[in-house]
């Protein structure tokens, strides 16, 4: 089936860092979406991507679709602590195959102040 | 806008008893809404996809007849856990989606069903 690879798993830095995580796969998708998940709670939207080569900006967040449709990354400047938690991508199949979204394995991001 | 509310947080259940999670979108109308489970430290895992009104769609190796999903109004899903058994432990998430197919992807709080 579909799969998507996510990497780094884990990064540890400093406060104020910048970070930048990828998700990669053999599939093409049509939308890709960037959630972080705080530990016991659901996922939140932080990016939606729904164009090739779509460069969107949240806050400090920034993130691409790339133009091959396969692939996806996710930078954060300036790190902060609250940044803390676990990064998805998600690419979303063909919405006639009813939506749903593929999750890459996740990245877990610890910062130090 | 685009508000999720998963019912409970979290529940203690005994062995061999069924235990049912509730998904509610609160400020729109959820023309799909998918189920997934979480394990400690991974990703999650799509279980099934339901469209109001009709029967969920489940991922392969998922088992219909153990997690029952009804899917009756546009704001309301739910996910029965039928006879579980502490294997069935885990994080349960919902997600709806409006019917705007760029409108996104909104998830609920989890579950935490814990069967003893």
């Known amino acids: 089936g579909q799969q998507l690879n996510q990497s780094p798993q884990s990064m540890f830095i400093q406060e104020g860092e910048d970070v930048s995580m990828n998700c990669t796969s053999s599939?093409?998708?049509?939308?890709w979406l960037w959630y972080k998940q705080d530990p016991g709670e659901g996922p939140v939207l932080l990016i939606a991507l729904y164009k090739a080569g779509e460069l969107t900006s949240n806050g400090r967040l920034t993130a691409q679709f790339g133009i091959t449709r396969k692939d996806s990354f996710l930078n954060i400047s300036a790190s902060i602590p609250s940044d803390v938690g676990i990064y998805f991508c998600?690419?979303?199949?063909?919405?006639?195959?009813?939506?749903?979204?593929?999750f890459g394995q996740g990245t877990e991001l610890s910062v130090k102040p | 806008g685009a508000v999720v509310s998963q019912h409970p947080s979290w529940v203690i259940c005994k062995s061999g008893t069924s235990v049912k999670i509730e998904c509610r979108s609160l400020d729109f109308q959820a023309t799909t809404m998918f189920w997934y489970r979480q394990f400690p430290k991974q990703s999650l895992m799509l279980m099934a996809t339901s469209n109001e009104g009709s029967k969920a769609t489940y991922e392969q190796g998922v088992e219909k007849d153990k997690f029952l999903i009804n899917h009756a109004s546009l704001t309301l899903s739910t996910l029965t856990v039928t006879s579980a058994h502490p294997e069935d432990s885990s994080f349960y998430i919902c997600?709806?989606?409006?019917?705007?197919?760029?409108?996104?992807?909104?998830f609920g709080s989890g579950t935490r069903l814990t069967v003893v």
């Open positions: 997600s709806a989606r409006g019917h705007t197919a760029n409108y996104g992807y909104t």
């Open positions: 599939s093409i998708f049509n939308t």
């Open positions: 998600a690419g979303r199949i063909d919405y006639n195959q009813g939506g749903k979204l593929i």
